[in-house]
T-cell receptor
Framework: RKEVEQDPGPFNVPEGATVAFNCTYS??????FFWYRQDCRKEPKLLMS???SGNEDGRFTAQLNRASQYISLLIRDSKLSDSATYLC??????????FGTGTRLQVFP | EAQVTQNPRYLITVTGKKLTVTCSQN?????MSWYRQDPGLGLRQIYY???????DKGDVPEGYKVSRKEKRNFPLILESPSPNQTSLYFC???????????????FGAGSRLTVL
């Protein structure tokens, strides 16, 4: 089993739609969780950290489910500019972050 | 502007010709790391450094060397590049690992390397 797994997609959604991605992780001792966004051929950039109680930033909501070992990202009212690859990142131990291979989102008009 | 700067951004070289990709950060970050990104494999860590003169292997260190003589710089050295090192390379830094909120990574813009 991969340490961090994501559905590669692509998820093709119309503008205004709500879309959700999940990411599963294998290390039950993981403590830090993040979603990064990566535009084509560019560097990953932090979208949001994921907190135990769940957190929201505008149209984006992140959730953590420790019992089932997954995190999720919900995007409401999708915009064309949301088209990107979304990387799930989980810490493996204090020195190491593991990246998922990413979920590609394509928002169409 | 707080940033991670890596050079060159694009490089085509030939097998066996030593090259260095530089990485510099201006945020006084303790932690620095190199990743390579390949289709279907995601980002894989090559080497990382917790502080000056402290470096450790990541998941795919073979064929690479690093050094951390100064806090701001973390060059990646390919002593004898081979075609399987053709990839997109990212340098990243953070305040530190294992500290709540401190392990958010800032990435450089990437270096696309082709080894013929």
């Amino acid at each position: 089993r991969k340490e961090v797994e994501q559905d590669p997609g692509p998820f093709n959604v119309p503008e205004g739609a709500t879309v959700a991605f999940n990411c599963t992780y294998s290390n039950s001792a993981s403590q830090s969780f993040f979603w990064y966004r990566q535009d084509c051929r560019k560097e990953p950039k932090l979208l949001m950290s994921v907190y135990s109680s769940g957190n929201e930033d505008g149209r984006f909501t992140a959730q953590l489910n420790r019992a089932s070992q997954y995190i999720s990202l919900l995007i409401r009212d999708s915009k064309l500019s949301d088209s990107a690859t979304y990387l799930c990142v989980v810490n493996y131990d204090t020195d190491k972050l593991i990246f998922g291979t990413g979920t590609r989102l394509q928002v169409f008009p | 502007e707080a940033q991670v700067t890596q050079n060159p951004r694009y490089l085509i070289t030939v097998t066996g010709k030593k090259l260095t990709v530089t990485c510099s950060q201006n945020m006084n970050h303790e932690y620095m790391s190199w990743y390579r990104q390949d289709p279907g494999l995601g980002l894989r860590q090559i080497y990382y450094s917790m502080n000056v003169e402290v470096t450790d292997k990541g998941d795919v260190p073979e064929g690479y060397k690093v050094s951390r003589k100064e806090k701001r710089n973390f060059p990646l050295i390919l002593e004898s590049p081979s075609p399987n090192q053709t990839s997109l390379y990212f340098c990243a830094s953070s305040r530190g690992q294992g500290l709540a909120g401190a392990n958010v990574l800032t990435f450089g813009a990437g270096s696309r390397l082709t080894v013929l």
